[in-house]
Structures are given as structure tokens and as C-alpha cells.
């Protein structure tokens, strides 16, 4: 079946190191991958996506590159802040794009110190 | 743009009563999504209904049921309140199933 394995956290750093989450993932045909981030108190935020292989997501310094060779998105950036400080969720998408049934992993907290 | 409202924010219940959440989508949204994140247990998918029928389902008991109003909103239903239903429950709504999902903030559902 379809499913997502993320490295279990929390993750603590501290500012302006480099950060990376690993993200594999079990799917039949060619999932969508998508990084969503929540917030305290708040709901998901789509961070990235990518769609096909060797597609590369990126926003606000994270990125993350599609690798059907090793099915594996992982998340990456290169200077955490305190502000990144959130429940990071890599989610696939098992049709073809089509989202209409997310699956997430069980999120990674990431906690950014001074 | 206004973002994808939930509510209420809180509910607190007790156990055997009846739940109802709320969502409203994005303007121009026809697709609605339910999630339950549990603690512990991540996001699990719950329901999706597109241009007002249910269109998928997840592993969960008929007592989750939902609807959805011509203009697009939601509402989600939980009968018979059990101690683990306590969870966040997130709504997301897209344009169609091929674009990104965008969440709401979600409400929290307390069983005592």
C-alpha cells in the first residue's frame, strides 16, 4: 500500500544551522510529494511540492528533490531560524496529482534555539 | 483571499453526545476535505466530498458522516462521542483534486 516514513523527532537546533528531515516514501505509480508545515495552534501550510521525479520544491530556503530511485523527498535548508520552529509533515499524493486522499507522515517537530 | 474557517475553535463534549464541525472553503473551491489528527497518530483522512457528494472515505466508523452545502461549505458529524475521537480536526478545500490542499485552522474536539 501507499505510506509515508519520516525520522521521528524532535529535532533541535540551533539558529542558522542546516537542517534536513528525512521523508521516504512506499507508493504504486507516481505519487505527488508535498512538505506541509503546521504552526502552534494553527492548521497546515503547504511548504512544497514536486510532481514528478527529479522535480525540486522549493520556498521560503526549504527545498526538496524527488528521487524515485530511492523514494525519498527529504526536506533541507540551509540556515535554520527560530521562527522555522514547527511539526514539519511530508505527504504523498497516490493518483497521478490528483490530491483528493493525502497521506502524511506522522510529522517531525523541529525546535530552533537561539 | 479569505483562507479556509473552521468552527467553532473549541468543542467540548461528553461521551455518547453528537458532534457538529463546520468549513468553509476558499472562494471558488468546490472540493472539501476532513482530517483527524490525533495525538500520536498523525493525519488521518477522514472524508472528501467535491460539488456536494461524498466522493472518498476513510477508515473510520459510519458514525463520521458529513455533508455538503450548494455553496460548498461543510459540515462534518461525529455521533456517539467515544474518549478517542478527542482530536484536531483539520478541513482543506481545493480548486480540483489536481491542485494542492489549503487547511484551516482546524477544531478542537475535547470528549470528557
Known amino acids: 500500500g501507499n505510506s509515508v516514513t519520516q525520522m521521528e523527532g524532535p529535532v533541535t537546533l540551533s539558529e542558522e544551522a542546516f537542517l534536513t528531515i528525512n521523508c521516504t516514501y512506499t507508493?504504486?505509480?507516481?505519487?505527488?510529494l508535498f512538505w506541509y508545515v503546521q504552526y502552534p495552534g494553527e492548521g497546515l501550510q503547504l511548504l512544497l511540492k514536486?510532481?514528478?521525479?527529479?522535480d525540486k520544491g522549493s520556498n521560503k530556503g526549504f527545498e526538496a528533490t524527488y528521487r524515485k530511485e530511492t523514494t525519498s523527498f527529504h526536506l533541507e535548508k540551509g540556515s535554520v531560524q527560530v521562527s522555522d520552529s514547527a511539526v514539519y509533515f511530508c505527504a504523498l499524493s497516490p493518483e497521478g496529482g490528483a490530491t483528493n486522499k493525502l497521506i502524511f507522515g506522522t510529522g517531525t517537530l523541529l525546535a530552533v534555539q537561539p | 483571499e479569505a483562507g479556509v474557517t473552521q468552527s467553532p475553535t473549541h468543542l467540548i463534549k461528553t461521551r455518547g453526545q453528537q458532534a457538529t464541525l463546520r468549513c468553509s472553503p476558499i472562494?471558488?473551491?468546490?472540493?472539501v476535505y476532513w482530517y483527524q489528527q490525533a495525538l500520536g497518530l498523525g493525519l488521518q483522512f477522514l472524508l472528501w466530498y467535491d460539488e456536494g457528494e461524498e466522493r472518498n472515505r476513510g477508515n473510520f466508523p459510519p458514525r463520521f458522516s458529513g455533508r455538503q452545502f450548494p455553496n460548498y461549505s461543510s459540515e462534518l458529524n461525529v455521533n456517539a462521542l467515544e474518549l478517542e475521537d478527542s482530536a484536531l480536526y483539520l478541513c482543506?478545500?481545493?480548486?480540483?483534486?489536481?491542485?494542492?490542499?489549503?487547511f484551516g485552522d482546524g477544531t478542537r474536539l475535547s470528549i470528557l
Open positions: 472562494s471558488g473551491h468546490t472540493s
Open positions: 507508493a504504486t505509480g507516481y505519487p505527488s
Open positions: 482543506a478545500s481545493t480548486r480540483d483534486p489536481y491542485q494542492p490542499q489549503h
Open positions: 514536486a510532481t514528478k521525479a527529479d
